[in-house]
């Protein structure tokens, strides 16, 4: 997906840039995974929600604005 992006941008990355984004990018899913996890066990629910997810992105106006 980042060299998808990249080609799209016409920017070159080296490919040991593209390996930190794809690691960084997974431990954020893996934190967001834990939070949403989380989140759904506090509302002693067994499945993750929307209302989850609205949590785990208020702090992120950008992506607030995306998801509200």
Known sequence: MVREVSAN???EF???VLDL????TWKKLT???SDLEAFQK???RST???DDVK???RRNDSLVRIIM
């Open 9 to 11: 941008l016409n920017i």
């Open 42 to 44: 506090h509302a002693k």
């Open 21 to 24: 984004i794809a690691e960084l």
């Open 55 to 57: 949590l785990l992105v």
């Open 14 to 16: 080296e490919s040991d």
């Open 31 to 33: 934190l967001y995974g």
């Open 48 to 50: 993750i929600t929307s």
